[in-house]
T-cell receptor, first 117, second 115 residues
Framework: AQKVTQAQTEISVVEKEDVTLDCVYE???????LFWYKQPPSGELVFLIR??????QNEISGRYSWNFQKSTSSFNFTITASQVVDSAVYFC??????????????FGKGTLLTVNP | ETGVTQSPTHLIKTRGQQVTLRCSSQ?????VSWYQQALGQGPQFIFQ???????GRGNFPPRFSGLQFPNYSSELNVNALELDDSALYLC??????????????FGPGTRLTVT
């Protein structure tokens, strides 16, 4: 069965600090997909990134970067020079190819990030 | 491009009642998934609809049912409401399932409170 663990329940930083959100996943599949979503107080989940299991190349998008390591089953997310607008709950999610064609998302419990001015 | 919309925004029901939640998918998307998010938890997959048929279901009882219409909009119906059904219900749309998990775009959710 697939499982996603986000061990950090809450993180509080001061603006301009760098912060890393951890994500560890479990799956029996060799082909799977990892996602990060952001949920601001408005409640709407915002898609940030999708990663395929066969592509371990790290990715950078502006202040955001993702470190995918299959050896440790981790897909960590780093925000550089954090801003108050980054305050939100961040979810890591997993989707397995063997789940059939529906590619349901299995989410972690989320990490509440608070960036203080 | 119109995003995913859901209605109503908030809803209060009494235990035992029935409720219908609605979702309009993003333009160009023909797949709709529903998730339940309890307070302080991550969203949990309820079911998905593709071309008006249920295409996968999570660990939810049969009193949770759904529909998808020809215009790809969708409904989530919950019968015999229980207190534990109180949650944020999220709808997500995406392009066709198949061999690749296109990213799912979420609506703002419907906050259901059961008293």
């Amino acid at each position: 069965a697939q499982k996603v663990t986000q061990a950090q329940t809450e993180i509080s930083v001061v603006e301009k600090e760098d912060v890393t959100l951890d994500c560890v996943y479990e799956t029996r599949d060799t082909t799977y997909y990892l996602f990060w979503y952001k949920q601001p107080p408005s409640g709407e989940l915002v898609f940030l990134i999708r990663r395929n299991s066969f592509d371990e190349q790290n990715e950078i998008s502006g202040r955001y970067s993702w470190n995918f390591q299959k050896s440790t089953s981790s897909f960590n997310f780093t925000i550089t020079a954090s801003q108050v607008v980054d305050s939100a709950v961040y979810f890591c999610a997993l989707s397995e190819a063997s789940g059939g064609s529906n590619y349901k998302l299995t989410f972690g419990k989320g990490t509440l990030l608070t960036v203080n001015p | 491009e119109t995003g995913v919309t859901q209605s109503p925004t908030h809803l209060i029901k009494t235990r035992g009642q029935q409720v219908t939640l609605r979702c309009s998918s993003q333009s160009g998307h023909n797949t709709v998934s529903w998730y339940q998010q309890a307070l302080g938890q991550g969203p949990q997959f309820i079911f998905q609809y593709y071309r008006e048929e249920e295409n996968g279901r999570g660990n939810f009882p049969p009193r949770f049912s759904g529909l998808q219409f020809p215009n790809y909009s969708s409904e989530l119906n919950v019968n015999a409401l229980e207190l534990d059904d109180s949650a944020l219900y999220l709808c997500a749309s995406s392009r066709a399932s198949g061999s690749f998990p296109y990213e799912q775009y979420f609506g703002p959710g419907t906050r259901l409170t059961v008293t």
